[in-house]
């Protein structure tokens, strides 16, 4: 007999799981937003007819959880570290119980009347930024059918400012000449941008020179919306320099270019608080035995200021499989999280706001990355090569791409002093990735005579 999470008998008949009534509002909260038309999943799960013949395929995906090969594509563990994050479509436990349930029943329908509304997905086109007050458009490139991976700058794109302006958010897409009712195996498969390093720039010999970097775009990665203060500096006469974009053959010559979309503060908008880029990544001691499971690398980076922790982003290439973020302060050693990885679905995982990692100078970061080069990672293009590091996808990268801002003292106090009172902390809670949060400093204690 299967059980909810409250105990609970699922297969009573009461209780029998339909598609109208419980399986629908599932597909439409994590999984229609890639699996519809002319968008970059492999196939369409709108309405019943589509998602029948798929149905056990999807208790197989479903069921991986957080390994690779899972569905919807995220991939953090439930078991350790913190669980809080933006945009999370994960499906609860009650949930993949019931998607299997569904399909070992034979997937009915159920009563039509139970099923939701469709959604409008609207444009496919759109930005979800909204409207953008600044577009800039890469140059073209052509990939060949079939081609070795390849890693080149694409040059400069002035961005036409004439006062320094900050970005609240920026959204990147791809614009190629696939057809739109084709789809590849994976979110690949419709693009051959794989990554685009970039950051604006100002010429040499002008006051301020100086560049602003902005978050990798990586094939599948939602807009990136920055904290209400601590936008993005656009400066007065600067240009954006795509750096290095990683390109890859999807099996048909294309032809594709890049939109860099951005929002624009107000003007006269200045940030409360600075960008940090805390890069964390070992691109030197990469040593990838063939045919071998279970291989693990290590990076450390030390915090030089406060910091709060925007973001978790691993970035590994084929053969990895895990990735773990410790920090280190004192004599505490603390997960704040482990998420399995597939080079097919990067992902980003951006905490919830009162649980973001707020770190204090001193502490070390410390990533740990699982790699798996036997036949059974079907990344692997031949388990038996061995591999370094290296800008190809059958070469090796090991880095943490996550966000975070830099923290003077009053800020980092004042956080750490909201967030005990909009959670209700007491001396009995623990905040993970927060080592001083139930501490009170001295600045924040009232003298005597004011009690």
């Keep these: 007999m299967s059980v909810n999470l409250d105990g609970q008998s699922l297969t009573s008949a009461d209780n029998s799981v339909t598609f109208a ?17 002319n968008s970059v999943a492999p196939m369409s799960l709108l309405t019943y007819e589509d998602v029948r013949p798929w149905a056990r395929a999807i208790k197989m995906r479903t069921g991986l959880r957080n390994q690779r090969g899972a569905m919807p594509p995220w991939f953090v563990e439930r078991d ?22 569904w399909a070992d029943s034979g997937a009915p329908l159920g009563n039509p009347a139970d099923l939701p509304d469709p959604i409008d997905f609207g444009d496919e086109n759109a930005w979800s930024i909204g409207e953008p007050d600044l577009i800039l458009e ?31 958010a920026v959204e990147v897409k791809e614009f190629n000449d696939i057809p739109s009712d084709s789809a590849g195996d994976t979110v690949g498969g419709r693009y051959v941008f ?11 010999g002008m006051a301020d020179a100086g560049s602003t970097r902005f978050p990798v775009h990586e094939v599948g990665r939602n807009a990136d919306i920055f904290p209400e203060n601590a936008g993005r500096l656009l400066r007065a006469g600067s240009a954006l320099e795509l750096e290095t974009a990683h390109l890859h053959a999807n099996g048909r010559e294309t032809n594709a270019h890049l939109k860099f979309a951005f929002k624009l503060h107000p003007k006269g908008y200045e940030p409360e608080i600075k960008h940090s880029r805390t890069f964390v990544g070992n691109g030197v001691d990469i040593d990838i035995k063939p045919d ?13 200021e406060h910091t709060k922790i925007v973001s978790f982003e691993p970035h590994q290439h084929a053969p990895g499989t895990r990735m773990c973020v410790e920090a280190i302060w004192g004599h505490n050693i603390e997960t704040l999280g482990c998420v399995g990885y597939d080079h097919n679905w990067v992902k980003q995982y951006i905490y919830q706001d009162d649980y973001a990692p707020l770190l204090p100078k ?15 990672n079907r ?8 591999s370094g590091g290296g800008r190809r996808s059958v070469a090796n990268m090991f880095i943490d791409l996550g966000e975070a801002l830099e923290l003077t003292d009053e800020q980092f106090e004042r956080e750490m002093a909201e967030r005990r009172e909009r959670l209700g902390l007491t001396l009995n809670d623990h905040v993970i ?5 139930l501490v009170e400093f001295p600045s924040q204690v009232r003298p005597a005579n004011d009690q």
């Design 194 to 204: 794989h990554h685009m390093t970039y950051a604006s720039v100002v010429p040499d």
């Design 21 to 37: 009534k419980d399986i629908a509002p599932i597909l439409q909260r994590s999984c229609q937003q890639c699996h519809r038309p």
């Design 433 to 437: 990735g927060c080592p001083l949060c």
């Design 292 to 304: 071998t499971a279970d291989q693990q690398l290590h990076a450390y980076r030390v915090l030089e």
């Design 80 to 101: 350790i570290g913190i669980q809080h994050y933006k945009n999370d479509p994960s499906l609860s436990e009650e949930e993949i119980e019931k998607v299997a349930l």
């Design 138 to 168: 890469s140059p073209s490139v052509t990939v060949p059918t079939s081609a070795p991976d390849k890693w080149t700058s694409l040059g400069t794109i002035p961005t036409g400012l004439i006062e320094d302006r900050y970005v609240a």
């Design 362 to 376: 001193g502490t070390v970061l410390h990533i740990i990355g699982w790699l798996d080069t036997t036949i059974t």
């Design 379 to 386: 990344n692997v293009a031949d388990p038996r090569n061995w």
